[in-house]
Each structure stands twice: as structure tokens, then as C-alpha cells.
């Protein structure tokens, strides 16, 4: 049973998958802290330059080397 998330929450515990788990050991030169704060920072550096999770990833990296290419 999965408790429903509260914006007060103060710690985050779940049971990575294998990839999740890889993922984040990649992220964090073999550290899994310090990859799920390059992820974050990772998020906030996309958040600031305009990406929303709603949107597509690969579709909005594709219109932001567009635009690069453009000179926009």
C-alpha cells in the first residue's frame, strides 16, 4: 500500500528497481545520494529553462536543439 504524498513530507522512501538503482549509481559516480542529487539539479537546471513534466522529454530536448540551431 502506497501512502498518499504530502508536500510537508520530509523524508522519501521506496524500493528502487535494479535500473532506477543504476541509474542513480551512474548519476552519483557510484553513489546513490549524491545521484539522486545530480538528478534533482538535473530537474531544476530543465525547470528553469522551460521543460514541464507533462511534456514529452525527448520531444522538448528535439525543439530546444531546434531553436539552438535556429539562433532562437
Same mark, same amino acid.
Given at each position: @500500500?502506497? /501512502?498518499? +504524498? =504530502?508536500? *510537508?513530507?520530509?523524508?522519501?522512501? /521506496?524500493?528502487?528497481? $535494479? =535500473?532506477?538503482?543504476?541509474?542513480? !549509481?551512474?548519476? %552519483? *559516480?557510484?553513489? $546513490? +545520494? /549524491?545521484?539522486?542529487?545530480?538528478?534533482l539539479? $538535473?530537474?531544476? #537546471?530543465?525547470?528553469? !529553462? %522551460?521543460? /514541464?513534466?507533462? $511534456?514529452?522529454? +525527448? =520531444?522538448?530536448?528535439? @525543439? #530546444?536543439?531546434?531553436? =539552438?540551431?535556429?539562433g532562437?
Amino acid at each position: @500500500m502506497v /501512502r498518499p +504524498t =504530502e508536500p *510537508s513530507a520530509t523524508h522519501f522512501l /521506496r524500493k528502487l528497481k $535494479t =535500473e532506477e538503482k543504476m541509474i542513480l !549509481l551512474a548519476a %552519483g *559516480s557510484g553513489c $546513490t +545520494t /549524491r545521484g539522486f542529487n545530480a538528478c534533482l539539479d $538535473t530537474f531544476q #537546471v530543465l525547470w528553469n !529553462l %522551460g521543460y /514541464r513534466p507533462d $511534456t514529452d522529454l +525527448t =520531444e522538448w530536448l528535439g @525543439m #530546444v536543439q531546434a531553436d =539552438e540551431k535556429n539562433g532562437a
